[in-house]
């Protein structure tokens, strides 16, 4: 599992600095987190304490500043990442014995700022070890500067009463979901603590991308029965967080089962590896893939009527229409699809693509492109592709038909989406297939290649009434 990709973090403008908050796998993402990003990471504010050791004793860093001397960090910082790639600074030991006291929000800012440094991953608050936390009114620490905030929650909190066992301050998350002391700890009553502005979401900075990260916090002896009522709990809680048209979180690539993610309008969490088993599952922020279904020239108007076969594989339908619209907006009905109409359809199948991309909003995470005179591509192939993407996040992931023939439909990642809007002429996504190569993802489909329908008796001749 690639977390810079789930995250997103590969399409911030600019440097990504990222603050973990919450509870239940702070840690373990962070050390995931600065391997993947090999980069320096400024941790820890003021009010954290936290050893420089993984899961096992063994060094979760290559190498650990310590110092409370910002420009001896300053001067050291640069030299450890270009020898080792990556560090965790602190400010040394703490009051209490054992720990290592962390850096003030400013510090890390201005660390984070050097020019040798990458990216920056901050655990910006503490939580005893509790799988579940209610932050106090002075936290968390994040730093301005943060782009983006990860809110971290353990399901092993599910189903336990709610005491300090459980959560870190339970009183606070009483008070704030209205669950009384001692009750079980319900995903509504989670979701609820994180959804709330004093929850959660308390002190992300203004223009930071909120993200959720439920983890299901499973050890090798986790039996299924256990393991899918965390899947569950995960399910219903990241369907509260990414309700309604102002959700509280952003959505990524969300992971539904181990070795997958899911789209769609629930961020569900699953498996994956991690630093001392399977501790990290990210949920994200964006929806799941949108379908456009580009389909202008006259002959192939009728064909639009399967088009809606593909609502339920994806967030959404889009159908691009150009010559002779009204008519091809008449046969769709009431179906559940929103039509968007190509005004350039003479420049050819590029421009309806551009059209199609362009009526998505920047919460897309893929798109589907189904050809609207190919009405016998049955419904689970466009399944069976999304779900390849959720399991791979592959650029492109495209069907492999008998005979080992590629066709349509094919799922393009939203980081592809600038290349194909550059396309010109009347031409699809098949140079970027060619262009990403050994990185397409293919789907194996048991059925021959579906033919397209060019003239009214193709038409008929699958046996359909005009």
Same mark, same amino acid.
């Given at each position: ?6 995250l ?6 600019g440097k990504?600095?990222?603050a ?9 993402l ?11 990471r400024?941790g820890?504010?003021?009010d954290?304490h ?13 190498i650990t500043?310590l ?9 050291e910082?640069p ?5 080792y790639?990556?560090?965790?600074a602190?400010?040394?030991?703490a009051?209490?014995?054992?720990k290592?006291a962390?850096?003030?929000?400013d ?8 020019e040798?440094?990458?990216?920056? +991953?901050?655990?910006a608050d503490g939580?005893?070890? @509790? !799988? &579940?936390? #209610?932050?106090a009114? =002075?936290e968390p620490?994040?730093? /301005?500067?943060?782009?983006h905030?990860? +809110?971290?929650a353990?399901?092993a909190?599910?189903g @336990? !009463? &709610?005491? #300090?066992a459980a959560v =870190?301050r339970?009183?606070?998350f /009483?008070a ?7 009750a079980?700890l319900t995903?509504?009553?989670i ?7 004093n929850g959660g979401?308390?002190?992300?900075p203004?223009?930071a991308?909120p ?10 002896a986790?039996s299924?029965a256990?393991?899918?009522?965390r899947?569950?709990?995960?399910r219903?809680?990241?369907?509260v ?7 509280a979180?952003?959505r ?6 181990p ?7 629930s961020?569900w969490?699953?498996g ?15 929806r799941?893939p ?7 020239r ?11 076969r593909?609502a ?5 339908v889009?159908v ?13 009905g009431?179906r559940?699809?929103?039509?968007v ?6 420049a050819?199948?590029?421009s ?6 362009a009526s ?19 419904p689970?192939?466009l399944?069976?592709l999304?779900e390849r993407?959720?399991?791979t996040l592959?650029p492109?992931v495209?069907?492999?038909?008998q ?13 592809t ?6 396309l010109?002429?009347d ?5 970027l297939?060619?262009r990403?190569g ?6 194996e489909i048991a059925?021959p ?9 193709d038409y ?5 009434e005009e």
């Amino acid at each position: 599992m690639n977390l810079i990709q789930a995250l997103r973090l590969s399409e911030a403008a600019g440097k990504p600095i990222v603050a973990l908050v919450g509870a239940g796998g702070k840690s373990s993402l962070l050390f995931r987190l600065g391997d993947e990003l090999g980069c320096g990471r400024p941790g820890h504010p003021a009010d954290r304490h936290h050893p420089p050791w993984g899961w096992a004793g063994q060094p979760a860093a290559p190498i650990t500043l310590l110092s409370a001397s910002e420009p001896t960090l300053a001067f050291e910082l640069p030299t450890s990442l270009r020898g080792y790639g990556q560090a965790l600074a602190l400010a040394g030991p703490a009051r209490e014995p054992g720990k290592l006291a962390g850096l003030t929000p400013d510090v890390i800012g201005r660390l984070a700022g050097l020019e040798e440094v990458a990216a920056a +991953v901050i655990e910006a608050d503490g939580s005893r070890q @509790r !799988p &579940l936390k #209610a932050p106090a009114s =002075h936290e968390p620490l994040v730093p /301005a500067c943060a782009t983006h905030v990860v +809110v971290v929650a353990g399901m092993a909190a599910v189903g @336990r !009463p &709610l005491d #300090a066992a459980a959560v =870190h301050r339970p009183e606070r998350f /009483a008070a704030l979901t209205g669950l009384a002391m001692g009750a079980p700890l319900t995903p509504q009553a989670i979701a609820a603590a994180l959804v709330h502005p004093n929850g959660g979401r308390q002190g992300c900075p203004a223009g930071a991308v909120p993200l959720l990260y439920l983890n299901l916090m499973l050890d090798d002896a986790a039996s299924p029965a256990e393991a899918e009522q965390r899947m569950a709990a995960a399910r219903s809680i990241a369907a509260v967080a990414l309700a309604g048209p102002s959700p509280a979180f952003h959505r990524g690539a969300d992971r539904s089962r181990p070795g997958g993610y899911a789209g769609g309008r629930s961020a569900w969490p699953g498996g994956g590896g991690g630093a001392g088993g399977r501790r990290l599952q990210p949920t994200g922020r964006r929806r799941g893939p949108s379908s456009c279904c580009p389909g202008s020239r006259a002959a192939h108007w009728p064909a639009a009527r399967w088009i809606s076969r593909a609502a339920g594989a994806v967030d959404e339908v889009v159908v691009v229409v150009g010559h002779r619209a009204g008519e091809v907006q008449a046969a769709l009905g009431e179906r559940p699809v929103r039509v968007v109409v190509n005004a350039h359809w003479q420049a050819g199948q590029s421009s309806s693509v551009a059209t199609g991309l362009a009526s998505l909003g920047p919460e897309v995470s893929a798109a589907l492109f189904v050809l609207a005179d190919q009405p016998e591509v049955a419904p689970d192939v466009l399944n069976r592709l999304v779900e390849r993407h959720r399991q791979t996040l592959a650029p492109v992931v495209t069907p492999v038909y008998q005979g080992g023939q590629r066709g349509n439909p094919v799922l393009f990642d939203r980081r592809t989406f600038p290349e194909l809007l550059a396309l010109e002429g009347d031409t699809g996504g098949r140079p970027l297939i060619q262009r990403y190569g050994s990185q397409v993802a293919q789907v194996e489909i048991a059925a021959p290649l579906p033919q397209g329908i060019e003239t009214m008796e193709d038409y008929r001749r699958g046996g359909n009434e005009e």
